[in-house]
């Protein structure tokens, strides 16, 4: 941490300042910067300026932004480039960065130092007229939204910056500054500002944050994979986050820039594109991949861009991975021992679990089923009956339904609970159908087309909500065998090892029955001190509340030696919730 | 203009079934007089009831599509709501973005796999983002009640779901049993899709 002239700390990772000091963003730049990772380099306004600025009622004192400006001009010598001008121009990030993350604060803006003269700059460098203006654009959309609250559309791509700029007058009668420093100022003070937002404020009052706190500014220089040759971006993972192969996976996409990877609007090029053009940028990336995980101990998901050959690493975080790749690299990462065995129980979470072991349709069954109809696999799961038509009739009829609709609408949520599965004609994995599906876990298909349900009424049916088939008749599902899930085996009997209470088969006569006793699971998560009390002395415990992590935490907390499996429950389920709980317990007592 | 009668059996035909309390909650008028128009409602065959509980009938289905056009007459030829409903629209593809992200995580390989929230960061995000989204809803929200009182008391129960969420009861973001966002937005969405005689499209 270099002081500039007092009131900025410029993240260099020399040391690591507290996260009281300059917020959580501004101490994980300083951190990765310290383990000699390449990271764009940074200033910061701490916390304390964020008061001072309150105390000011809403002003920048001007020993503060004389500092801002020498850190900028510091930003400007250490990487050879000019803040709102000269032929390769500096553009930074402004983002705002608390001790403890808070909605309702402003988060970030981009592109800060772009004029007309930097745009051409820009084009230049990149021999891309259309990226150089829409970066422009862009920058003028996000200052009229989060600065001057404009309620806008994004640019098209054919917008230009003084069409942006024009939207935002009539919608604020306002002007987005020109002058990189204005722009900056005021992005600074709209950070600050944003502390004391209503959202902010109710947030605090919400959780009893102190409203004394703040929050930091960090003002970042902005690399681009797209300026030249030897350019890219992309995205790693630490290890496969889809089946959990414990090798590096990823996505390199040359002379792309920012969100061209993660927006699906270009085919990016795997890994092994970037080790041919590039093997030393390659090999660097996989350190840091390698030193992140370890120092994270999770498999992390990175966002780099490489800038005329030169690696810049711009976010790491825990990756996120299907089921099966939770399961596979919790026990990986446990027999490498970069976490014990109780950590990575809890790294697989029961739903994860549940997806793991729910049964399917295996491929000799759906070769041979007639395919209904096809749509958007719009909440996974597989599930089947009779078609019906209204909701109403779904909420009437004795055994299992499938809810077609057209569309639907508020009035047939009592249908999709009462249904086992639901399948719409329009729309897509956003519709209302889907949301609702999602939030009832019945497996749907959405969008199968106009029509296409008046002749499904009346028939059986299955839903594959996973791939989004619609089969005729009741197909059979299949078990899965934890031997054909990598990892599952050793996570299983390492939750058998942790968690104090068995699970049985057998029915056990003394066992409190917690559904019999009232205690059954509805919508809300079950009271745990209730259910303590319902447990009290038992011997045996049954019931579906066990299969949540409240349940558990009962069964652990009332002394019960042993859980019998109700049909319909899963063993390895109900192991993993005991074990997750037992650790958790054991970690709140210390 | 609506008369109580109309405008009964409309909240009703929002929320499709519900006493007379859920359905002055929609209105946000009086329990006692709603409960009048709903036995009128009854009476005239344009709603069914049991148990204080009621439904639209057919009929009265009929009916309510019947009268729409002359009640609300001035509302759907008013530039003034069609330009709002231009902005609740843009709001309502954002939201509806929003709740998916909120129950289907993107994994690597563009999949989804459904929220198990065990990443309160990702959470966080989706909660600010919906934030974000509540404030433009209350300003389209203020020009409809300029327009049509009634609708102000959408504002009210949008934001009750919100301070929930705000809260840490994650639930209230689009569970569909329960006053939630979503559950809310979306018979707004209904009420004024009824008000102005559109159809509803639905997300590509």
Same mark, same amino acid.
Request: a negative charge.
């Given at each position: 941490?270099?002081?500039?002239?007092?009131?900025?700390?410029?993240?260099?990772?020399?040391?690591?300042?507290?996260?009281? *000091?300059?917020?959580?963003?501004?101490?994980?730049?300083?951190?990765?910067?310290?383990?000699?990772?390449?990271?764009?380099?940074?200033?910061?306004?701490?916390?304390?300026?964020?008061?001072?600025?309150?105390?000011?009622?809403?002003?920048?004192?001007?020993?503060?932004?004389?500092?801002?400006?020498?850190?900028?001009?510091?930003?400007?010598?250490?990487?050879?480039?000019?803040?709102?001008?000269?032929?390769?121009?500096?553009?930074?990030?402004?983002?705002?960065?608390?001790?403890?993350?808070?909605?309702?604060?402003?988060?970030? *803006?981009?592109?800060?130092?772009?004029?007309?003269?930097?745009?051409?700059?820009?084009?230049? /460098?990149?021999?891309?007229?259309? $990226?150089?203006? #829409?970066?422009?654009?862009? $920058?003028?959309?996000?200052?009229?939204?989060?600065?001057?609250?404009?309620?806008?559309?994004?640019?098209?791509?054919?917008?230009?910056?003084?069409?942006?700029?024009?939207?935002?007058?009539?919608?604020?009668?306002?002007?987005?500054?020109?002058?990189?420093?204005?722009? /900056?100022?005021?992005?600074?003070?709209?950070?600050?500002?944003?502390?004391?937002?209503?959202?902010?404020?109710?947030?605090?009052?919400?959780?009893?944050?102190?409203?004394?706190?703040?929050?930091?500014?960090?003002?970042?220089?902005?690399?681009?994979?797209?300026?030249?040759?030897?350019?890219?971006?992309?995205?790693?993972?630490?290890?496969?986050?889809?089946?959990?192969?414990?090798?590096?996976?990823?996505?390199?996409?040359?002379?792309?820039?920012?969100?061209?990877?993660? #927006?699906?609007?270009?085919?990016?090029?795997?890994?092994?594109?970037?080790?041919?053009?590039?093997?030393?940028?390659?090999?660097?990336?996989?350190?840091?991949?390698?030193?992140?995980?370890?120092?994270?101990?999770? *498999?992390?998901?990175?966002? $780099?861009?490489?800038?005329?050959?030169?690696?810049?690493? /711009?976010?790491?975080?825990?990756?996120?991975? #299907?089921?099966?790749?939770?399961?596979?690299?919790?026990?990986?990462?446990?027999?490498?021992?970069?976490?014990?065995?109780?950590?990575?129980?809890?790294?697989? #979470?029961?739903?994860?679990?549940?997806?793991?072991?729910?049964?399917?349709?295996?491929?000799?069954?759906?070769?041979?089923?007639? *395919?209904?109809?096809?749509?958007?696999?719009?909440?996974?799961?597989?599930?089947?009956?009779?078609?019906?038509?209204?909701?109403?009739?779904?909420?009437?009829?004795?055994?299992?339904?499938?809810?077609?609709?057209?569309?639907?609408?508020?009035?047939?949520?009592?249908?999709?609970?009462?249904?086992?599965?639901?399948?719409?004609?329009?729309?897509?994995?956003?519709?209302?159908?889907?949301?609702?599906?999602?939030?009832?876990?019945?497996?749907?298909?959405?969008?199968?087309?106009?029509?296409?349900?008046?002749?499904?009424?009346?028939?059986?049916?299955?839903?594959?909500?996973?791939? %989004?088939?619609?089969?005729?008749?009741? /197909?059979?599902?299949?078990?899965?065998?934890?031997?054909?899930?990598?990892?599952?085996?050793? =996570?299983?009997?390492?939750?058998?090892? =942790?968690?104090?209470?068995?699970?049985?088969?057998?029915? =056990?006569?003394?066992?409190?029955?917690?559904?019999?006793?009232?205690?059954?699971?509805?919508?809300?998560?079950?009271?745990?001190?209730?259910?303590?009390?319902?447990?009290? %002395?038992?011997?045996?415990?049954?019931?579906?509340?066990?299969?949540?992590?409240?349940?558990?935490?009962?069964?652990?907390?009332?002394?019960?030696?042993?859980?019998?499996?109700?049909?319909?429950?899963?063993?390895?389920?109900?192991?993993?919730?005991?074990?997750?709980?037992?650790?958790?317990?054991?970690?709140?007592?210390? | 203009?609506?008369?109580? @009668?109309?405008?009964?059996?409309?909240?009703? &035909?929002? !929320? !499709?079934?519900?006493?007379?309390?859920?359905?002055?909650?929609?209105?946000?008028?009086?329990?006692?007089?709603?409960?009048?128009?709903? @036995?009128?409602?009854? &009476?005239?065959?344009?709603?069914?009831?049991?148990?204080?509980?009621?439904?639209?009938?057919?009929?009265?289905? +009929?009916?309510?599509?019947?009268?729409?056009?002359?009640?609300?007459?001035?509302?759907?030829? @008013?530039?003034?709501?069609?330009?709002?409903? +231009?902005?609740?629209?843009?709001?309502?593809?954002?939201?509806?973005?929003?709740?998916?992200?909120?129950?289907?995580?993107?994994?690597?390989?563009? +999949?989804?796999?459904?929220?198990?929230?065990?990443?309160?960061?990702?959470?966080?995000?989706?909660?600010?983002?919906?934030?974000?989204?509540?404030?433009?809803?209350? !300003?389209?929200?203020?020009?409809?009640?300029?327009?049509?009182?009634?609708?102000?008391?959408? !504002?009210?129960?949008?934001? @009750?779901?919100?301070?929930?969420?705000?809260?840490?009861?994650?639930?209230?973001?689009?569970?569909?049993?329960?006053?939630?966002?979503?559950?809310?937005?979306?018979?707004?969405?209904?009420?004024?899709?009824?008000?102005?005689?559109?159809?509803?499209?639905?997300?590509?």
């Amino acid at each position: 941490m270099t002081a500039v002239a007092d009131r900025v700390v410029v993240l260099d990772g020399v040391t690591v300042p507290d996260r009281d *000091v300059v917020g959580n963003k501004g101490r994980s730049i300083a951190w990765m910067l310290s383990l000699g990772l390449p990271v764009p380099p940074a200033l910061c306004l701490p916390i304390e300026e964020c008061r001072r600025f309150h105390a000011a009622a809403g002003e920048l004192e001007d020993e503060a932004w004389q500092s801002v400006l020498a850190g900028v001009t510091g930003l400007e010598e250490k990487l050879g480039r000019e803040f709102g001008g000269g032929d390769h121009p500096l553009l930074v990030s402004v983002r705002s960065g608390a001790a403890v993350s808070m909605p309702g604060m402003m988060d970030t *803006v981009l592109n800060l130092g772009i004029t007309d003269e930097v745009q051409a700059a820009l084009a230049r /460098l990149s021999g891309d007229q259309v $990226f150089a203006r #829409s970066t422009h654009c862009r $920058f003028v959309h996000q200052f009229g939204q989060t600065v001057l609250g404009a309620d806008i559309e994004e640019p098209g791509e054919e917008a230009t910056p003084e069409q942006v700029r024009e939207e935002v007058r009539r919608d604020t009668g306002e002007e987005v500054p020109t002058d990189p420093h204005e722009q /900056l100022k005021a992005v600074i003070k709209t950070v600050f500002g944003s502390w004391s937002s209503r959202r902010a404020k109710a947030y605090r009052r919400h959780w009893g944050i102190s409203e004394d706190g703040g929050t930091a500014v960090i003002v970042q220089a902005m690399v681009f994979g797209n300026l030249g040759e030897e350019s890219g971006t992309g995205v790693l993972f630490s290890r496969n986050p889809l089946n959990g192969d414990p090798e590096p996976y990823g996505e390199w996409l040359p002379k792309g820039q920012g969100e061209d990877v993660v #927006s699906g609007t270009h085919n990016p090029l795997p890994l092994e594109a970037l080790a041919s053009q590039m093997p030393a940028a390659q090999e660097r990336l996989l350190e840091a991949a390698k030193l992140l995980e370890r120092e994270h101990g999770d *498999v992390q998901d990175i966002e $780099f861009t490489v800038e005329r050959g030169e690696l810049f690493l /711009l976010q790491t975080r825990s990756a996120k991975r #299907s089921p099966l790749a939770a399961v596979r690299a919790a026990v990986d990462l446990a027999d490498e021992g970069a976490i014990d065995r109780a950590e990575a129980v809890r790294r697989v #979470s029961a739903e994860q679990l549940a997806t793991v072991l729910a049964p399917r349709l295996t491929e000799a069954v759906t070769a041979g089923a007639e *395919v209904l109809a096809r749509g958007t696999a719009a909440c996974p799961g597989v599930a089947g009956g009779v078609a019906v038509s209204d909701s109403d009739a779904a909420c009437e009829a004795e055994g299992d339904t499938v809810l077609t609709r057209p569309t639907t609408s508020p009035e047939d949520v009592s249908g999709m609970i009462a249904a086992r599965a639901v399948v719409t004609e329009r729309g897509g994995s956003t519709s209302h159908a889907a949301v609702v599906t999602r939030a009832l876990g019945r497996p749907s298909v959405v969008g199968v087309g106009e029509g296409a349900t008046a002749e499904l009424s009346g028939r059986e049916l299955t839903v594959d909500g996973s791939s %989004g088939v619609v089969y005729a008749g009741i /197909l059979e599902t299949e078990e899965v065998d934890p031997s054909d899930v990598p990892g599952l085996e050793e =996570l299983i009997e390492w939750a058998v090892e =942790l968690s104090p209470v068995a699970v049985v088969d057998a029915q =056990l006569a003394d066992a409190v029955d917690l559904d019999a006793a009232g205690a059954s699971l509805e919508e809300s998560a079950p009271d745990v001190e209730a259910l303590v009390k319902a447990l009290d %002395g038992a011997s045996a415990a049954r019931g579906s509340a066990i299969a949540t992590a409240e349940g558990a935490r009962a069964v652990l907390l009332a002394g019960v030696p042993t859980v019998e499996r109700l049909p319909g429950q899963q063993a390895a389920a109900l192991l993993l919730r005991l074990a997750q709980e037992k650790a958790n317990l054991e970690e709140e007592e210390g | 203009m609506p008369d109580q @009668d109309l405008l009964a059996l409309h909240a009703l &035909a929002v !929320k !499709k079934a519900g006493n007379a309390e859920a359905v002055a909650a929609i209105l946000g008028g009086n329990e006692e007089e709603i409960s009048a128009a709903l @036995d009128a409602a009854v &009476a005239a065959g344009h709603a069914a009831g049991a148990n204080g509980m009621f439904m639209v009938s057919p009929g009265g289905r +009929e009916w309510l599509d019947e009268r729409y056009p002359e009640a609300y007459a001035d509302f759907r030829a @008013d530039p003034a709501a069609t330009e709002a409903y +231009e902005r609740f629209e843009r709001i309502n593809r954002e939201l509806l973005g929003l709740f998916t992200d909120w129950q289907m995580v993107p994994a690597a390989g563009g +999949e989804r796999v459904p929220n198990d929230h065990s990443d309160s960061d990702y959470d966080a995000g989706i909660v600010d983002r919906l934030g974000a989204q509540h404030e433009r809803a209350e !300003k389209v929200l203020d020009r409809f009640a300029e327009l049509e009182q009634r609708l102000g008391i959408y !504002k009210t129960r949008l934001d @009750d779901a919100y301070d929930r969420v705000l809260a840490g009861d994650h639930d209230y973001v689009s569970g569909a049993r329960i006053d939630s966002y979503h559950t809310v937005w979306f018979e707004l969405h209904e009420d004024l899709l009824r008000m102005l005689g559109r159809e509803r499209e639905e997300a590509p």
